[in-house]
């Protein structure tokens, strides 16, 4: 009997790969107007003079998108930290041109305003990713992704609203109203927030309808003017992945019809 050995080459699998060290940020256009107002609407990017999107690339940049657009989860352009430029062209025209100082790691860049240097949001990277303990009732089916709230409200045209705004979500199964962090101010964001998930359907990835609401600086339910132009209380909910981690920016203008609304953003 002969005993025969083979011999075999470790081979290491490379990746082209180049690590970030510097400044890393999304980029969103929430002027208070509505989505499908053309005059708002934007041909081209530039971030350091060089172009990032474009009518003939992935098309126009509307308000109330972003850049990577959200298709993209967990997607941000990269540059060095300091001082960087930001221009919007339409046509041949720049409409906008603000210097933004940027850190290291990564960050939400948010223009609200196409007169002002735009608002930076920690992203609060890395994102916390925990399991719940589970019960008899929810074992396998409890588990977790979580939100932070960025209050982007206008309560007239130019004019930031002035109170803070308390973000609240319902748990699924026990419809008791939990404080998303604490009240935030125009242009301010909470900590990323543990929401429950308790998913519908058993065999999946997982996922059930979470409801939220809005309190004003005095406690009340927020009131804004819905698209049939009657004021009402402030109500939406959101489809929640087990998993994931989401920015939930409320823009547009309190008093004006249709205006105000939450735009929810998947950060991974």
């Not at 960025?150 to 109203?177: A, D, R, V």
């Not at 964001?189 to 309808?209: D, F, L």
Request: with cysteine; charged share 15%.
């Amino acid at each position: 009997m002969v005993l025969m050995v083979a011999s075999c080459d470790k081979h290491e699998l490379q990746y082209n790969t180049t690590p970030v060290t510097g400044a890393e940020f999304q980029l969103h256009y929430f002027v208070p107007v509505l989505s499908t107002n053309t005059a708002y609407a934007v041909d081209s990017v530039l971030i350091n003079d060089v172009q990032v999107s474009s009518v003939k690339g992935a098309g126009q940049f509307k308000p109330q998108g972003g850049l990577p657009a959200s298709g993209y989860a967990g997607r941000f352009f990269s540059t060095q930290a300091g001082v960087n430029n930001i221009k919007f062209y339409k046509g041949s025209n720049v409409i906008y041109d603000q210097n933004v100082t940027l850190t290291n790691g990564k960050q939400n860049v948010i223009v609200h305003d196409l007169n002002k240097a735009p608002i930076v949001i920690d992203n609060q990277y890395p994102y916390k990713h925990v399991s719940g303990t589970p019960t008899v009732a929810t074992w396998d089916t409890d588990s977790l992704e979580t939100v932070m709230f960025i209050n982007l409200l206008y309560e007239e045209s130019g004019k930031p609203y002035e109170g803070k705004l308390q973000y609240m979500w319902e748990h699924p199964t026990t419809k008791e109203w939990k404080n998303l962090g604490e009240p935030v101010a125009f242009g301010e964001a909470t900590e990323r927030a543990i929401v429950t998930v308790i998913k519908t359907t058993h065999n999946s990835s997982g996922s059930c309808n979470i409801n939220y609401r809005i309190l004003d600086e005095n406690g009340n339910d927020l009131k804004t003017v819905n698209s049939g132009g009657v004021e009402t209380t402030y109500a939406d909910y959101w489809t929640a992945y087990i998993g994931r981690s989401y920015m939930h920016f409320f823009r547009g203008v309190r008093t004006e019809k249709g205006s105000s609304a939450v735009t929810q953003w998947v950060s991974l």
